[in-house]
């Protein structure tokens, strides 16, 4: 999904950072190597942060149902993680640095989530299922200290940096398969004791579920049916 998702992204900026002009995206760590042996203005998209977003983790699961609608089997809800990107721009001049972040910024706020023509590989599953996935931009990822620290650790030199961080859904679980389809109405009697017949609550009838829910008041089972 991380491959998908970094395609989708290369692409996009690409195509709309310059309209009309072709620009250069890197994934590679923007080391000074790295660096010294481009061959023209760049921009980078350095993967630096995953993590759990636990405030929308969910424990209801997600039903999968077949062709007929049937409930087949049950899945633990996706996870969702934030994926963050630092995007730096790359030219010969501190002044064509801004200019081209600054393009990469008007263009990814055009829309806050990756365009669905965008979303490649196993990302198609929620753009035909109409999920987006969100982009944030500009957001405080790291802290001055943390970027400079991450810098230094791969080797590069200071850069102004964008962050850019997705939303991405990630399946948990293994589907577990559900039960066979109820054919009959579920029945619930309540106090049943010493002849007293119990009320009884009747659920929704599977063949005609538009029908609601039935409830048949008690009796007592010894009173007599007839009068002489």
């Known amino acids: 999904m991380l491959a998908d998702l970094d395609s989708g992204l290369v692409k996009y900026l690409s195509s709309h950072t310059i309209p009309g002009e072709p620009v250069v995206?890197?994934?590679?760590?923007?080391?000074?190597?790295?660096?010294s042996k481009r061959t023209g203005p760049a921009l980078n998209l350095f993967l630096a942060d995953i993590r759990e977003d636990a405030g929308m983790r969910s424990t209801n699961p997600s039903e999968i149902v077949d062709e007929q609608g049937q409930v087949v089997s049950r899945q633990s809800a996706p996870r969702y993680f934030c994926i963050t990107y630092l995007l730096t721009a790359w030219t010969s001049s501190p002044d064509d640095d801004h200019r081209l972040l600054?393009?990469?910024?008007?263009?990814?706020?055009?829309?806050?989530?990756?365009?669905?023509?965008?979303?490649?590989?196993?990302?198609?599953?929620?753009?035909?299922?109409?999920i987006?996935?969100?982009?944030?931009v500009g957001s405080r990822a790291l802290s001055?200290?943390?970027?400079?620290?991450?810098?230094?650790?791969?080797?590069?030199?200071?850069?102004?940096?964008?962050?850019v961080t997705v939303t991405l859904p990630v399946p948990a679980g293994i589907p577990t398969p559900a039960g066979p389809p109820q054919t009959v109405p579920p029945e619930i009697r309540l106090g049943e004791s010493r002849g007293q017949v119990s009320d009884t609550v009747r659920g929704r009838d599977p063949k005609d579920p538009d029908a609601g829910i039935r409830t048949r008041g008690s009796r007592d089972a010894s009173a007599s049916t007839s009068t002489t």
């Open 25 to 35: 995206v890197a994934l590679d760590p923007p080391t000074r190597d790295w660096a």
């Open 102 to 130: 600054g393009a990469a910024l008007i263009a990814l706020l055009r829309q806050d989530y990756v365009p669905f023509d965008y979303c490649l590989g196993s990302l198609g599953e929620f753009a035909d299922a109409g």
């Open 132 to 136: 987006p996935i969100r982009i944030r």
């Open 144 to 163: 001055e200290k943390a970027y400079s620290e991450l810098m230094t650790a791969v080797g590069g030199d200071y850069r102004p940096s964008l962050s």
